[in-house]
């Protein structure tokens, strides 16, 4: 029950407006850099790699206006959605910056969402019809989505069953605004 209130707790603080956010620049790799332990956490067997193959010279590319802890747990939420229904309990983070936007890319090889779900998922206390078995109050991904748009920013998902889920995370450089 417990961890039911803290997520309803979370949703609650990114159901505000930005006016009652804490807002600072934040480095969007140092918030990703988190994400190893702080998934392990969730569980040993949860692991996250990172393709940072095209990073920017300029550190200030990578500066978003945020709420630090919010757009970790944001981002956490779909890490370990992902790791829960990958077989190999794994995620691939690519970051990107293209256009003064960042884009976050979320790969897993999980069981996937089928075609007729993905305009649902990002509602509050909707589950997959598979998702009976796994843990959770289908809180987690409509958490993400109100974080990341109250960032400025869009989340965008695509999947297809029995290959794994791809979810794109834009928001504006800091810079740009």
């Known amino acids: 029950m417990s961890k039911l209130t803290q997520t309803l707790l979370e949703f609650a603080k990114a159901s505000g407006s ?15 850099f988190r994400l190893p332990s702080e ?19 300029e550190q200030d590319k990578l500066l978003v206006f945020g709420n630090e802890e919010l757009l970790f747990t944001a981002i956490k939420n779909i890490v370990i959605n992902g790791c829960k229904y990958s077989e190999n309990q794994k995620v691939i983070i690519k970051l990107y910056i293209e256009n003064e936007e960042i884009i976050l890319i979320f790969q897993d090889k ?23 078995i796994k843990d959770g109050f289908g809180l987690g991904l409509s958490l993400a989505s109100r974080i990341i748009k109250l960032h400025n920013g869009k989340i965008k998902a ?8 791809l979810f794109t995370i834009y928001l504006p450089v800091a810079k740009s605004l």
């Open 158 to 165: 695509s999947s297809k069953p029995g290959q794994g889920s």
């Open 18 to 32: 930005q006016g009652g956010l804490d807002i600072a620049l934040v480095r969007i790799d140092e918030v990703l």
């Open 39 to 57: 998934v392990s956490k969730t569980n040993k067997a949860y692991s996250v790699s990172f393709e940072f193959d095209q990073l920017p010279e």
């Open 110 to 132: 999980g069981i996937g969402i089928p075609e007729a779900e993905l305009a649902h998922i990002f509602q509050p206390f909707y589950r997959v019809n598979d998702d009976r």
